[in-house]
């Protein structure tokens, strides 16, 4: 089985102020990995993944050192079978961006920025706010960082909990009975019951219409009086 260095792609935010907005986005694509062939090792200052593919037949492997100090009890992870997505607390509060993610400046050709996270520095406020941490779980598990399963004693069966079934966050507790609820479904009905009364009366209205214009048409009889 070959070995060769996932594609990496990255994204950060800054604040000097908040940590909950200060952190890196970072996604390593390792696709068809099963989670008792996966082993990543979190530290302050570096990152170590590597996982087996047997569909794919090659082992993904890199190695990370960072361009500053993270927490990793205070980082999350989410593992799927495309990739594992990590969110980095930055240790350091701070407004600037970091310049790279990389302690070394030398350009690699396996990182990648992500885009589809990406946001200008000073553009920071005006963003969205971002919920994907708390759709993620904790690398500070039971038995901490850099512990005995490598991923800090989480338990990936659990991994989906978060997001609901077959990953589609929003949709755990759905009560689908009451999709119709405010889409003209049964007020629809409702309506129809109020209008069905004032039908039958017109229908009753007309049929004592020909009635009464023949009663009107009656003349009274007269008797002759002798």
Do not use: C
């Not at 990496?8 to 986005?25: G, H, I, L």
């Not at 390792?30 to 037949?57: C, I, M, N």
């Not at 479904?185 to 069905?196: A, H, I, K, L, T």
């Amino acid at each position: 089985m070959s070995t060769v260095v996932p594609e990496v792609t990255w994204a950060q935010r800054s604040s000097s102020s908040d940590p909950e907005k200060n952190y890196v986005y970072l996604t390593i694509v390792a696709a068809d990995v099963p989670e008792s062939d996966l082993k990543l090792d979190l530290k302050d200052s570096s990152l170590s993944f590597k996982g087996a593919s047997t569909s794919k037949k090659v082992t993904y492997a890199v190695d990370i050192d960072f361009y500053a100090e993270i927490d990793p009890k205070e980082s999350k992870i989410s593992h799927s079978g495309r990739d594992v997505s990590l969110v980095l607390r930055k240790k350091e509060l701070k407004e600037e961006y970091w310049p790279r993610l990389l302690k070394d400046s030398k350009k690699v050709h396996y990182l990648k920025t992500d885009f589809d996270k990406w946001v200008d520095e000073d553009e920071q406020d005006e963003a969205p706010e971002d919920d994907m941490m708390n759709q993620m779980n904790p690398m500070g598990g039971a038995g901490g960082p850099g512990g005995d399963g490598g991923f800090g004693g989480i338990d990936f069966s659990k991994l989906g909990a978060a997001g609901g079934a077959g990953g589609l966050p929003g949709m755990g507790g759905m009560d689908l009975s009451s999709m119709g609820m405010g889409m003209g479904g049964g007020d629809s009905d409702e309506e129809d019951d109020d209008d069905m009364p004032e039908l039958e009366n017109d229908e009753e209205s007309k049929d004592k219409e020909p009635a009464a214009a023949a009663a009107s048409t009656d003349k009274p009889k007269i008797e002759e009086v002798a």
